[in-house]
């Protein structure tokens, strides 16, 4: 690539890591607050206790505020399809835009409706009708994040379209297989339950904060005991489908689960690495140890990627060379090809497609055929096409790897979190614990950088691809200038800096309030 | 028909009118939305097909820009 079209995708990348990031700062918390709350009203519509009916008002009033500040920062990322990406947002077709246009629909309509019913509709409904708007609101956008989810896994995994080489775009020829991608299914639960998981964090931390200024105790006690247990169940899902997300990624992402480890090398019965510190300027095929150092348990990835404590796992030299099997778009087993391979058939799927709109100017039908026959031969490898050379396949293995290792160990921190939170909380010692209420305050950031870090890993694992295999960022970034996506980065940026500290500001002012008193 | 509509608007304005940090919310959306779509969209996020007319000029302009 040359200089100014690494600094276009670079900027335009950075521009969208920082808008999505932004975006999942509120998206989390919205997905386990709405089902918290809608538990705790649950419990007080079958009770008739005032006390819960003050307490859902209160992290109701919270999860507004997160709502409200976060709602349409998705938006962004739209705009920036059209405008920086381009080439992807053409490439995709229909199947991006229609997850994304259901998502729409649905948010538009319990926006509008259910959602004012839930902060209007106190003495103004029956309470039966005022419990159903709760669980549709925390149900509905749960629901809406499944479809941001699908179209995101689409491009992880690219299954049920068909390229059409007379307009470039992808059609979509089997909904289902978008839909039931398997790939899509455990990103939507991985990633709803890491919402759950945070958002109960959330209801931990700030009741610790009321403990421990002696303030509204059995409202924290109360909210604790409920959020811990949620929260527990929630992580363990968690990580359940963590161990599923890491066989779909071991299956269609081999290159992703190698950065991820930082293994250069595989093998059968490779261990999986605890904690350990990558050198620096290792690169691939260059013969030198990755590691500086490494705590690894043995056997480990071989059993997480395969489900077999010997089973094979590529590394990132083994795929350059093609000693590797994947799962392909349409669910076969298959065996690797060789980078270099991949990038001739890649570049022969390119001239082909530039023959056939050569051919169709012509009106010659039989090169026309030919040179669709080429593109289907080789469609599987077009993105490998705009490489120069393997290691430009290979994703940024630090980002990658210390990612994957902070989001465990802090998931792994989280969980005793959790269990803390539960047994003092039902054994009634939580408040004389001041040491684990500084604690569960302060995992409330600890769980925020986890849940980001888990995206992290999620995209900067897939690099260069903006659709595997088929686009890398290079080719699907507009004809704009580096300098106009910077100018766009920084007020975006300012934008963003304004929003957060109005939300961060008017969270602490209402949670210094705390709930109504009886 | 009218009855009910009637009791929809009254449920929102008195919605509205009882809000209270509620307020400070909406001036933020509103804030965000005009920034979004009267500042951002307009004068910074053009669409880059948008010069291409019709749906075969732009498949045209991306084919060249994926084969060249």
Redesign the interface.
């Known amino acids: 690539m040359n200089t100014l079209l690494t600094a276009l995708v670079d900027w335009s990348r950075l521009q969208f890591a920082l808008t999505a990031m932004f975006h999942w700062c509120f998206v989390p918390l919205t997905l386990g607050l709405g089902i918290l709350v809608a538990i705790m009203e649950t419990i007080y519509v079958r009770t008739g206790n005032e006390f819960w009916k003050r307490t859902v008002k209160f992290w109701m009033?919270l999860f507004?505020?997160n709502f409200?500040?976060g709602?349409?920062?998705g938006?962004?990322l739209e705009?920036?399809f059209?405008?920086?990406w381009?080439?992807y947002?053409?490439?995709v077709g229909d199947i991006f835009g229609a997850p994304l246009a259901i998502e729409g629909i649905f948010a538009f309509f319990l926006e509008t409706t259910f959602l004012?019913v839930m902060?209007?509709?106190w003495n103004?409904v029956g309470k039966g009708f005022h419990l159903l708007s709760t669980w549709l609101v925390a149900i509905g956008t749960n629901l809406s994040a499944l479809w941001i989810l699908i179209a995101n896994s689409w491009m992880q995994y690219p299954a049920g379209m068909y390229f059409n080489p007379?307009?470039?775009?992808n059609e979509m020829v089997d909904i289902w297989a978008v839909v039931f991608s398997p790939v899509a299914m455990n990103k939507f639960t991985h990633t709803v339950f890491s919402g759950f998981t945070l958002a109960a964090v959330f209801m931990i931390g700030v009741s610790a904060w009321y403990l421990i200024k002696k303030r509204d105790q059995e409202f924290a006690i109360r909210s604790t005991k409920l959020a811990a247990l949620f929260g527990l169940v929630s992580a363990l899902l968690l990580v359940y489908t963590g161990d599923g997300s890491a066989v779909q990624v071991a299956q269609k992402q081999p290159m992703k689960l190698a950065a991820m480890e930082g293994l250069y090398r595989g093998g059968n019965g490779v261990a999986i690495t605890g904690i350990g510190v990558l050198k620096c300027d290792k690169k691939p095929m260059d013969g030198k140890d990755p590691m500086w150092f490494n705590l690894s348990v043995p056997k480990g990835l071989s059993w997480l990627a395969t489900g077999n404590i010997n089973g094979y796992v590529a590394g990132i030299e083994d795929i350059i060379e093609g000693n590797f099997q994947y799962v392909d778009r349409n669910g076969q087993q298959r065996q690797g090809l060789p980078m270099k391979e991949r990038m001739t058939r890649g570049k022969l799927a390119?001239?082909a497609?530039?023959d056939y709109?050569q051919a169709k100017k012509q009106s010659d039908t039989e090169a026309m055929l030919e040179a669709k026959t080429v593109l289907e031969e080789n469609f599987d490898h077009f993105g490998y096409g705009y490489l120069n050379k393997p290691e430009e396949a290979v994703p940024h293995i630090g980002l990658t790897f210390y990612t994957f290792h902070l989001m465990v160990l802090l998931g792994g921190f989280i969980i005793l979190v959790l269990i803390g939170s539960l047994w003092w909380s039902y054994r009634g010692r939580l408040e004389k614990q001041r040491w684990f209420l500084y604690v569960s305050m302060w995992s409330i950031l600890l769980v925020y950088i986890a849940s980001q870090a888990g995206w992290i890993v999620a995209e900067v694992g897939r690099q260069p691809w903006t659709i595997q295999d088929l686009l890398p960022a290079s080719?699907a970034v507009?004809?704009?200038s580096a300098g106009?996506v910077q100018?766009?980065f920084f007020?975006?940026l300012t934008?963003i800096g304004t929003?957060l500290i109005?939300e961060i500001s008017?969270m602490i002012?209402?949670i210094n309030k705390g709930p109504e008193k009886s | 028909m009218s009855h009910w509509i009637k009791r929809v608007y009254l449920?929102?304005l008195?919605?509205?009118k009882?809000m209270t940090?509620?307020k400070?919310?909406?001036v933020?959306?509103i804030a965000?939305?005009v920034?979004?779509f009267l500042i951002?969209?307009i004068f910074?996020?053009?669409?880059?097909?948008a010069d291409y007319k019709s749906?075969a000029d732009?498949?045209?302009h991306?084919?060249e820009?994926?084969?060249q």
């Not at chain 1, 007379?166 to 775009?169: D, G, L």
């Not at chain 2, 910074?44 to 097909?49: C, E």
């Open positions: 009033k507004g505020i409200a500040i709602v349409a920062t938006l962004i705009f920036e059209g405008t920086n381009s080439n947002s053409w490439f004012a902060f209007f509709g103004k007379e307009t470039a775009r390119i001239a497609l530039g709109q080719a507009s004809g704009v106009t100018t766009t007020i975006f934008l929003l109005a008017i002012k209402q | 449920f929102y008195d919605g509205f009882s940090v509620g400070t919310l909406w933020i959306i965000k939305l920034v979004m951002l969209k910074f996020f053009k669409d880059a097909l749906p732009k498949s045209r991306v084919i820009q994926l084969t």
